[in-house]
Protein backbone atom coordinates (compact mmCIF):
# COMPACT_ATOMS: atom_id res chain seq x y z
CA UNK A 1 0.00 0.00 0.00
CA UNK A 2 1.06 3.47 -0.82
CA UNK A 3 0.81 6.28 1.45
CA UNK A 4 -0.67 9.27 -0.46
CA UNK A 5 1.47 12.42 -0.30
CA UNK A 6 0.36 15.44 1.68
CA UNK A 7 1.51 18.53 -0.30
CA UNK A 8 1.85 21.57 2.62
CA UNK A 9 2.91 24.56 0.21
CA UNK A 10 -1.05 25.41 -0.67
CA UNK A 11 -2.23 25.42 2.70
CA UNK A 12 1.52 27.84 4.20
CA UNK A 13 0.89 30.04 1.04
CA UNK A 14 -3.19 31.16 2.19
CA UNK A 15 -3.00 29.64 6.10
CA UNK A 16 0.05 31.22 7.66
CA UNK A 17 -1.20 34.16 9.05
CA UNK A 18 -5.13 34.03 8.53
CA UNK A 19 -7.25 33.10 11.38
CA UNK A 20 -10.83 33.09 9.10
CA UNK A 21 -12.20 31.01 6.78
CA UNK A 22 -10.38 29.19 4.80
CA UNK A 23 -10.93 28.07 0.95
CA UNK A 24 -13.03 24.98 0.43
CA UNK A 25 -9.87 23.04 -1.26
CA UNK A 26 -7.71 23.99 1.80
CA UNK A 27 -10.48 22.62 4.24
CA UNK A 28 -10.79 19.49 1.97
CA UNK A 29 -6.67 19.03 2.46
CA UNK A 30 -7.12 19.66 6.34
CA UNK A 31 -9.93 16.70 6.62
CA UNK A 32 -7.43 14.69 4.43
CA UNK A 33 -4.67 14.99 6.94
CA UNK A 34 -6.72 14.37 10.03
CA UNK A 35 -8.43 11.63 8.50
CA UNK A 36 -4.92 9.91 7.64
CA UNK A 37 -3.79 10.26 10.67
CA UNK A 38 -6.29 8.93 12.33
CA UNK A 39 -6.64 5.68 9.93
CA UNK A 40 -3.12 5.43 9.40
CA UNK A 41 -1.30 6.64 12.20
CA UNK A 42 0.83 8.36 9.41
CA UNK A 43 1.27 10.90 6.93
CA UNK A 44 3.84 11.87 3.83
CA UNK A 45 4.08 15.48 3.40
CA UNK A 46 6.30 17.36 1.36
CA UNK A 47 7.11 20.74 3.04
CA UNK A 48 8.80 23.61 0.46
CA UNK A 49 10.89 24.31 3.44
CA UNK A 50 12.73 21.21 4.14
CA UNK A 51 14.21 20.34 1.08
CA UNK A 52 15.98 16.74 0.29
CA UNK A 53 19.41 18.96 0.37
CA UNK A 54 18.72 19.76 3.78
CA UNK A 55 17.67 16.25 4.56
CA UNK A 56 21.33 14.71 2.57
CA UNK A 57 23.27 17.78 4.57
CA UNK A 58 22.06 16.15 7.77
CA UNK A 59 22.44 12.48 6.97
CA UNK A 60 25.87 13.22 5.16
CA UNK A 61 27.15 14.53 8.47
CA UNK A 62 25.32 11.78 10.79
CA UNK A 63 26.62 9.19 8.14
CA UNK A 64 30.33 11.19 9.04
CA UNK A 65 29.28 10.88 12.99
CA UNK A 66 28.30 7.38 13.20
CA UNK A 67 31.63 5.79 11.29
CA UNK A 68 33.59 7.21 13.89
CA UNK A 69 34.53 4.27 15.96
CA UNK A 70 33.04 3.36 19.17
CA UNK A 71 35.46 4.89 21.50
CA UNK A 72 35.73 8.27 19.89
CA UNK A 73 30.99 8.16 19.93
CA UNK A 74 31.65 6.92 23.64
CA UNK A 75 33.39 10.74 24.10
CA UNK A 76 29.85 12.16 23.75
CA UNK A 77 28.31 9.57 26.23
CA UNK A 78 26.46 11.15 29.16
CA UNK A 79 24.45 8.45 31.13
CA UNK A 80 25.12 10.34 34.40
CA UNK A 81 22.87 12.91 32.67
CA UNK A 82 20.59 9.99 31.79
CA UNK A 83 21.34 10.29 28.03
CA UNK A 84 19.24 13.50 27.75
CA UNK A 85 22.25 14.65 25.54
CA UNK A 86 24.82 13.22 23.52
CA UNK A 87 24.58 9.69 22.19
CA UNK A 88 23.12 6.69 23.36
CA UNK A 89 25.32 3.63 22.19
CA UNK A 90 23.66 0.52 20.99
CA UNK A 91 22.42 -2.27 23.32
CA UNK A 92 20.44 0.47 25.77
CA UNK A 93 16.78 1.59 24.38
CA UNK A 94 14.66 -1.04 24.91
CA UNK A 95 11.75 -1.65 22.93
CA UNK A 96 7.96 -1.48 24.45
CA UNK A 97 7.07 -4.61 23.24
CA UNK A 98 9.36 -6.59 25.31
CA UNK A 99 7.85 -5.36 28.60
CA UNK A 100 4.40 -4.17 27.85
CA UNK A 101 2.27 -7.33 28.57
CA UNK A 102 -1.05 -5.93 27.37
CA UNK A 103 0.89 -5.13 23.74
CA UNK A 104 2.15 -8.75 23.62
CA UNK A 105 -1.25 -10.12 24.19
CA UNK A 106 -2.52 -7.93 21.21
CA UNK A 107 0.25 -9.20 19.14
CA UNK A 108 -0.93 -12.81 19.92
CA UNK A 109 -4.47 -12.24 18.18
CA UNK A 110 -3.02 -10.43 14.68
CA UNK A 111 -2.62 -13.09 11.90
CA UNK A 112 0.76 -14.21 11.03
CA UNK A 113 1.94 -11.63 8.21
CA UNK A 114 0.65 -8.68 10.43
CA UNK A 115 2.87 -9.52 13.70
CA UNK A 116 5.31 -7.64 14.09
CA UNK A 117 9.23 -9.15 14.23
CA UNK A 118 10.32 -10.25 17.71
CA UNK A 119 13.52 -8.28 19.18
CA UNK A 120 15.84 -10.18 20.92
CA UNK A 121 16.56 -7.63 23.21
CA UNK A 122 17.63 -3.82 23.23
CA UNK A 123 18.16 -2.22 19.96
CA UNK A 124 21.19 -2.58 18.37
CA UNK A 125 21.41 1.03 17.33
CA UNK A 126 23.24 4.14 18.42
CA UNK A 127 21.20 7.87 19.04
CA UNK A 128 22.02 11.47 18.97
CA UNK A 129 19.75 13.52 21.41
CA UNK A 130 19.88 17.05 20.62
CA UNK A 131 17.29 19.50 22.10
CA UNK A 132 15.75 21.91 19.72
CA UNK A 133 13.44 25.40 20.83
CA UNK A 134 13.12 27.39 23.89
CA UNK A 135 12.39 25.94 27.36
CA UNK A 136 10.32 27.28 29.70
CA UNK A 137 12.14 29.09 32.97
CA UNK A 138 9.59 28.19 35.34
CA UNK A 139 8.04 24.35 35.18
CA UNK A 140 7.44 21.29 37.61
CA UNK A 141 9.46 19.57 34.87
CA UNK A 142 12.99 21.18 35.50
CA UNK A 143 14.81 19.23 32.70
CA UNK A 144 18.85 18.90 33.74
CA UNK A 145 20.32 21.93 32.74
CA UNK A 146 23.20 20.46 30.56
CA UNK A 147 25.35 22.32 28.12
CA UNK A 148 24.81 20.34 24.37
CA UNK A 149 27.41 18.01 23.19
CA UNK A 150 29.51 18.59 20.51
CA UNK A 151 31.71 16.22 18.99
CA UNK A 152 35.38 17.36 18.09
CA UNK A 153 36.34 17.85 14.37
CA UNK A 154 32.33 18.57 13.63
CA UNK A 155 32.57 22.50 13.15
CA UNK A 156 29.20 22.58 11.03
CA UNK A 157 27.56 20.42 14.22
CA UNK A 158 25.67 22.92 15.81
CA UNK A 159 24.56 25.00 12.61
CA UNK A 160 23.15 21.69 10.96
CA UNK A 161 21.63 19.60 14.35
CA UNK A 162 19.78 23.26 14.77
CA UNK A 163 18.99 24.14 11.32
CA UNK A 164 17.25 20.68 10.34
CA UNK A 165 15.61 20.72 13.90
CA UNK A 166 13.74 23.63 13.20
CA UNK A 167 12.70 23.20 10.48
CA UNK A 168 11.02 19.83 10.71
CA UNK A 169 9.17 21.34 13.87
CA UNK A 170 7.97 24.18 11.59
CA UNK A 171 6.91 21.00 9.44
CA UNK A 172 5.12 19.23 12.02
CA UNK A 173 3.08 22.69 13.35
CA UNK A 174 1.84 23.37 9.79
CA UNK A 175 0.74 20.12 10.39
CA UNK A 176 -0.65 19.98 13.77
CA UNK A 177 -2.65 23.16 12.60
CA UNK A 178 -4.33 21.69 9.33
CA UNK A 179 -5.11 18.19 11.68
CA UNK A 180 -6.23 20.89 14.50
CA UNK A 181 -8.80 22.94 11.52
CA UNK A 182 -8.77 18.89 9.87
CA UNK A 183 -11.17 18.00 13.52
CA UNK A 184 -12.76 20.81 13.78
CA UNK A 185 -11.03 22.45 16.67
CA UNK A 186 -9.59 26.03 16.57
CA UNK A 187 -6.62 26.14 14.01
CA UNK A 188 -3.97 26.42 17.33
CA UNK A 189 -5.67 24.28 19.22
CA UNK A 190 -2.75 21.46 19.22
CA UNK A 191 0.86 23.98 18.67
CA UNK A 192 -0.60 26.31 21.71
CA UNK A 193 -0.37 23.30 24.00
CA UNK A 194 3.39 22.57 21.93
CA UNK A 195 5.00 26.18 22.41
CA UNK A 196 8.55 25.22 24.68
CA UNK A 197 7.81 21.81 24.43
CA UNK A 198 10.66 19.34 25.34
CA UNK A 199 10.96 19.05 21.83
CA UNK A 200 14.10 16.40 20.81
CA UNK A 201 16.12 15.55 17.37
CA UNK A 202 17.23 12.15 17.75
CA UNK A 203 18.46 10.84 15.08
CA UNK A 204 19.36 7.02 15.09
CA UNK A 205 22.69 5.15 13.61
CA UNK A 206 21.75 1.31 12.65
CA UNK A 207 25.43 -0.47 11.11
CA UNK A 208 23.74 -2.18 8.04
CA UNK A 209 27.45 -3.35 7.63
CA UNK A 210 27.33 -5.27 10.67
CA UNK A 211 24.29 -6.29 11.53
CA UNK A 212 22.51 -6.22 7.76
CA UNK A 213 20.90 -9.56 8.26
CA UNK A 214 17.17 -9.98 7.08
CA UNK A 215 15.00 -10.10 9.90
CA UNK A 216 17.64 -7.79 12.45
CA UNK A 217 15.35 -5.56 14.42
CA UNK A 218 16.81 -2.25 14.71
CA UNK A 219 13.66 -0.39 16.80
CA UNK A 220 11.29 -3.23 18.25
CA UNK A 221 7.40 -2.63 17.76
CA UNK A 222 6.53 0.28 19.59
CA UNK A 223 4.72 3.56 19.44
CA UNK A 224 6.55 6.78 20.37
CA UNK A 225 5.43 8.28 23.87
CA UNK A 226 5.81 11.72 22.52
CA UNK A 227 2.69 14.24 20.38
CA UNK A 228 4.33 13.61 16.73
CA UNK A 229 7.33 12.40 15.27
CA UNK A 230 8.60 13.56 12.22
CA UNK A 231 11.37 12.01 10.35
CA UNK A 232 13.23 12.96 6.79
CA UNK A 233 13.80 10.29 4.03
CA UNK A 234 16.47 7.22 5.09
CA UNK A 235 18.37 6.16 2.81
CA UNK A 236 17.64 2.48 3.54
CA UNK A 237 14.24 1.38 3.59
CA UNK A 238 13.03 -0.92 6.83
CA UNK A 239 10.17 0.71 8.21
CA UNK A 240 7.10 -0.84 9.12
CA UNK A 241 3.64 0.74 10.45
CA UNK A 242 0.52 -1.02 11.64
CA UNK A 243 -2.43 0.88 10.32
CA UNK A 244 -5.50 1.14 12.31
CA UNK A 245 -7.21 -1.96 10.98
CA UNK A 246 -4.06 -3.97 12.28
CA UNK A 247 -2.85 -4.32 8.60
CA UNK A 248 0.93 -3.93 8.76
CA UNK A 249 2.44 -1.62 5.99
CA UNK A 250 6.50 -0.83 4.83
CA UNK A 251 6.89 2.80 4.45
CA UNK A 252 8.01 3.96 1.26
CA UNK A 253 9.31 7.54 1.56
CA UNK A 254 9.67 9.44 -1.70
CA UNK A 255 12.42 11.14 -2.59
CA UNK A 256 11.97 14.78 -1.28
CA UNK A 257 9.68 13.67 1.63
CA UNK A 258 8.90 13.86 5.19
CA UNK A 259 7.24 11.36 7.17
CA UNK A 260 5.04 12.29 10.06
CA UNK A 261 3.90 9.77 13.14
CA UNK A 262 1.10 10.06 15.70
CA UNK A 263 2.25 9.41 19.20
CA UNK A 264 0.27 8.78 22.85
CA UNK A 265 0.01 12.49 23.26
CA UNK A 266 -2.48 13.07 20.35
CA UNK A 267 -3.91 10.10 21.10
CA UNK A 268 -4.72 11.54 24.52
CA UNK A 269 -5.95 14.78 23.43
CA UNK A 270 -8.33 13.57 20.38
CA UNK A 271 -9.86 10.73 23.21
CA UNK A 272 -8.20 7.86 20.98
CA UNK A 273 -10.10 9.22 17.49
CA UNK A 274 -6.09 9.25 16.58
CA UNK A 275 -4.58 6.49 17.78
CA UNK A 276 0.03 6.29 19.06
CA UNK A 277 0.80 4.75 15.80
CA UNK A 278 2.75 1.40 15.89
CA UNK A 279 5.86 1.00 14.23
CA UNK A 280 9.44 -0.89 14.02
CA UNK A 281 12.60 -0.71 11.67
CA UNK A 282 13.61 -4.25 10.96
CA UNK A 283 16.17 -5.40 7.80
CA UNK A 284 13.63 -6.22 5.68
CA UNK A 285 14.56 -7.47 1.54
CA UNK A 286 13.97 -4.01 0.29
CA UNK A 287 16.77 -2.97 2.86
CA UNK A 288 18.95 -5.90 1.80
CA UNK A 289 18.96 -4.30 -1.72
CA UNK A 290 19.81 -0.36 -0.65
CA UNK A 291 22.70 -2.57 1.02
CA UNK A 292 23.72 -3.86 -2.03
CA UNK A 293 23.58 -0.71 -3.98
CA UNK A 294 25.45 1.26 -1.63
CA UNK A 295 28.40 -1.09 -1.62
CA UNK A 296 28.52 -0.99 -4.96
CA UNK A 297 28.56 2.60 -4.97
CA UNK A 298 30.99 2.88 -2.25
CA UNK A 299 28.17 4.80 -0.12
CA UNK A 300 27.63 4.33 3.89
CA UNK A 301 26.08 1.72 5.54
CA UNK A 302 25.00 3.29 8.73
CA UNK A 303 21.08 3.49 8.06
CA UNK A 304 20.59 7.11 9.69
CA UNK A 305 16.88 8.16 11.01
CA UNK A 306 16.48 12.00 11.22
CA UNK A 307 13.96 11.80 14.05
CA UNK A 308 12.51 14.36 16.06
CA UNK A 309 10.35 14.07 18.70
CA UNK A 310 7.60 17.03 19.18
CA UNK A 311 6.00 17.28 22.41
CA UNK A 312 3.39 19.09 24.25
CA UNK A 313 4.89 21.36 27.32
CA UNK A 314 5.57 19.61 29.85
CA UNK A 315 3.23 21.58 32.20
CA UNK A 316 0.74 21.51 29.69
CA UNK A 317 -2.58 19.21 30.56
CA UNK A 318 -3.21 16.09 28.24
CA UNK A 319 -6.98 15.70 28.04
CA UNK A 320 -9.01 15.01 25.45
CA UNK A 321 -10.00 18.88 23.80
CA UNK A 322 -13.59 20.25 23.04
CA UNK A 323 -16.02 17.71 21.75
CA UNK A 324 -13.45 14.51 22.21
CA UNK A 325 -14.07 15.16 25.61
CA UNK A 326 -17.79 13.70 25.18
CA UNK A 327 -16.11 10.66 23.16
CA UNK A 328 -18.20 7.72 25.14
CA UNK A 329 -13.97 6.43 25.72
CA UNK A 330 -12.80 9.91 27.58
CA UNK A 331 -12.92 8.43 30.47
CA UNK A 332 -9.57 6.46 29.17
CA UNK A 333 -7.70 9.44 29.07
CA UNK A 334 -8.25 11.20 32.77
CA UNK A 335 -6.73 14.73 32.78
CA UNK A 336 -2.50 14.39 33.67
CA UNK A 337 0.37 17.15 33.39
CA UNK A 338 2.64 15.65 30.22
CA UNK A 339 5.58 15.61 31.60
CA UNK A 340 3.74 13.58 34.00
CA UNK A 341 2.83 11.37 31.39
CA UNK A 342 6.15 11.16 29.97
CA UNK A 343 7.45 9.93 33.26
CA UNK A 344 4.54 7.14 33.63
CA UNK A 345 5.58 6.14 29.87
CA UNK A 346 9.42 5.38 30.90
CA UNK A 347 8.47 3.86 34.34
CA UNK A 348 6.86 1.02 32.16
CA UNK A 349 10.39 0.33 30.50
CA UNK A 350 12.27 -0.09 34.00
CA UNK A 351 12.20 -3.77 34.36
CA UNK A 352 13.87 -4.89 31.34
CA UNK A 353 16.28 -2.03 32.22
CA UNK A 354 17.77 -4.18 35.10
CA UNK A 355 19.13 -6.53 32.90
CA UNK A 356 20.70 -4.21 30.23
CA UNK A 357 24.57 -3.72 30.74
CA UNK A 358 23.79 -0.27 31.05
CA UNK A 359 20.84 -0.31 33.25
CA UNK A 360 22.57 1.84 35.88
CA UNK A 361 22.83 4.61 33.67
CA UNK A 362 18.61 5.32 33.77
CA UNK A 363 18.76 5.71 37.53
CA UNK A 364 18.06 9.54 36.62
CA UNK A 365 14.76 9.03 34.28
CA UNK A 366 13.90 6.36 37.11
CA UNK A 367 14.77 9.31 39.79
CA UNK A 368 11.46 8.65 42.32
CA UNK A 369 12.35 4.78 42.81
CA UNK A 370 15.85 3.73 42.18
CA UNK A 371 17.64 3.76 45.22
CA UNK A 372 14.76 0.95 46.33
CA UNK A 373 14.57 -1.20 43.00
CA UNK A 374 17.30 -3.22 42.36
CA UNK A 375 17.48 -5.24 45.37
CA UNK A 376 15.92 -8.29 43.73
CA UNK A 377 12.99 -10.29 45.62
CA UNK A 378 11.89 -7.82 48.20
CA UNK A 379 10.39 -9.17 51.82
CA UNK A 380 6.68 -8.08 52.72
CA UNK A 381 6.34 -7.21 56.43
CA UNK A 382 4.30 -10.24 57.63
CA UNK A 383 7.29 -12.85 56.35
CA UNK A 384 5.75 -13.56 53.27
CA UNK A 385 7.90 -12.81 50.15
CA UNK A 386 6.96 -10.99 47.40
CA UNK A 387 8.99 -12.82 44.54
CA UNK A 388 8.83 -9.94 42.06
CA UNK A 389 10.94 -7.07 42.34
CA UNK A 390 9.46 -3.52 42.58
CA UNK A 391 9.99 -2.93 39.14
CA UNK A 392 7.83 -6.29 37.71
CA UNK A 393 5.70 -5.72 40.29
CA UNK A 394 4.84 -2.13 39.26
CA UNK A 395 4.49 -3.42 35.99
CA UNK A 396 2.11 -6.09 36.42
CA UNK A 397 -0.19 -2.90 37.56
CA UNK A 398 -0.20 -0.79 34.27
CA UNK A 399 -3.78 -1.71 33.57
CA UNK A 400 -4.94 -0.16 36.60
CA UNK A 401 -3.19 3.47 36.02
CA UNK A 402 -6.62 4.66 35.51
CA UNK A 403 -7.90 3.45 38.91
CA UNK A 404 -4.95 4.80 40.92
CA UNK A 405 -4.80 8.27 39.54
CA UNK A 406 -4.79 10.88 42.41
CA UNK A 407 -8.92 11.49 42.70
CA UNK A 408 -9.56 8.98 39.71
CA UNK A 409 -13.44 8.50 39.45
CA UNK A 410 -12.77 5.03 37.23
CA UNK A 411 -13.42 2.04 39.05
CA UNK A 412 -10.52 -1.09 38.31
CA UNK A 413 -10.94 -2.72 34.97
CA UNK A 414 -11.83 -6.58 34.51
CA UNK A 415 -8.03 -6.15 33.57
CA UNK A 416 -6.52 -4.53 36.58
CA UNK A 417 -8.34 -6.75 39.00
CA UNK A 418 -6.90 -10.11 37.52
CA UNK A 419 -3.62 -7.97 37.54
CA UNK A 420 -4.28 -7.56 41.62
CA UNK A 421 -5.39 -10.89 41.55
CA UNK A 422 -2.26 -12.25 40.03
CA UNK A 423 0.07 -9.89 41.54
CA UNK A 424 -0.91 -11.20 45.34
CA UNK A 425 -1.19 -9.74 48.46
CA UNK A 426 2.54 -9.28 49.48
CA UNK A 427 3.60 -7.64 46.16
CA UNK A 428 0.75 -4.87 46.40
CA UNK A 429 2.10 -4.53 49.82
CA UNK A 430 5.52 -3.81 49.15
CA UNK A 431 4.38 -1.39 45.93
CA UNK A 432 1.99 0.44 48.95
CA UNK A 433 5.36 1.15 50.95
CA UNK A 434 7.95 1.50 48.37
CA UNK A 435 8.72 5.25 47.40
CA UNK A 436 6.26 7.18 46.43
CA UNK A 437 5.14 6.73 42.27
CA UNK A 438 4.38 9.55 40.27
CA UNK A 439 0.93 9.60 39.02
CA UNK A 440 -0.35 6.77 42.03
CA UNK A 441 -2.78 7.64 45.03
CA UNK A 442 -1.30 5.22 47.74
CA UNK A 443 -5.01 5.16 49.10
CA UNK A 444 -6.60 4.52 45.65
CA UNK A 445 -4.15 1.65 45.49
CA UNK A 446 -4.80 0.00 49.12
CA UNK A 447 -8.50 0.52 47.94
CA UNK A 448 -7.98 -2.06 45.21
CA UNK A 449 -8.10 -5.37 46.55
CA UNK A 450 -12.01 -4.70 47.76
CA UNK A 451 -13.06 -2.96 44.58
CA UNK A 452 -11.62 -6.38 43.16
CA UNK A 453 -13.19 -8.74 45.59
CA UNK A 454 -9.79 -10.19 45.96
CA UNK A 455 -10.13 -10.79 49.95
CA UNK A 456 -6.67 -9.85 50.56
CA UNK A 457 -5.24 -9.13 53.95
CA UNK A 458 -4.87 -5.46 54.52
CA UNK A 459 -1.22 -4.18 54.56
CA UNK A 460 0.46 -3.09 57.32
CA UNK A 461 1.29 0.70 56.64
CA UNK A 462 5.22 1.57 57.29
CA UNK A 463 5.03 5.80 58.15
FE1 LIG B 1 9.46 5.24 17.30
Excluded at 142 to 154: A, D, K, R, T, Y
Aim: charged residues 20%.
Amino acid sequence: MELPVIDLAPYLEIAGDRDGELPSGLNELCREVSRLLEETGALLVRDPRCTAEDNDRFIDMMEKYFEKPSDFKRLQERPYLHYQVGVTPEGVEVPRSLVDQEMQEKLRELPKEHQPFTPKGPDPKWRYMWRVGPRPLNTRFQELNSEPVIPEGFPEWKETMDSWGYKMITAIEAVAEMAAIGFGLPKDAFTSLMKQGPHLLAPTGSDLGCYGQEGTVFAGYHYDLNFLTIHGRSRFPGLNIWLRNGQKVEVKVPMGCLLIQTGKQIEWLTAGECTAGMHEVVVTKRTIDAIKLASEQNRSLWRVSSTLFAHIASDAVLKPLSHFAESHIASKYPPIPAGEFVEQELAALAPIIKTSINFKSYKGVMKFWFTNCFAGSLEHSEGTACSSTFFSALVQLIPCRAAVAPFSPIPPSEACCNAIKALGQPCLCVLVNGPPISGVDRNMALQLPEKCTANFEPCDIMK
